[in-house]
């Protein structure tokens, strides 16, 4: 089950460390950045900061189509999908 919540803990260096999801690699791992602090509210801040700043970022859009995308999809891997008997 995944974590929920905040991921905040304290180092052994005595610094506090947020860890937040920044994105995804293409095979959909997951691709963490981290933000530090002297206590636990400022880490937790920091944290929200990027948080609320990621989530302002524009996301890429592509100009293609549905179906143009299938097309391509399928002229990739038409070896490994099997025609249906329907």
């Known amino acids: 089950m995944p974590r929920r919540g905040e991921n905040i803990y304290?180092?052994?260096d005595g610094r506090w460390e947020g860890r937040y999801i920044y994105?995804?690699?293409?095979?959909g791992r997951a691709i963490y950045k981290s933000v530090y602090g002297d206590s636990y509210i400022e880490a937790r801040e920091k944290l929200t900061l990027r948080k609320s700043e990621l989530a302002q970022k524009k996301t890429g859009s592509c100009a293609l189509t549905i179906k143009e995308?299938?097309?391509?999809?399928l002229a990739q891997n038409r070896f490994s999908v099997k025609k249906s008997r329907l």
């Open 23 to 27: 994105g995804h690699r293409a095979d």
């Open 10 to 12: 304290k180092r052994k």
């Open 69 to 73: 995308i299938s097309i391509q999809w």
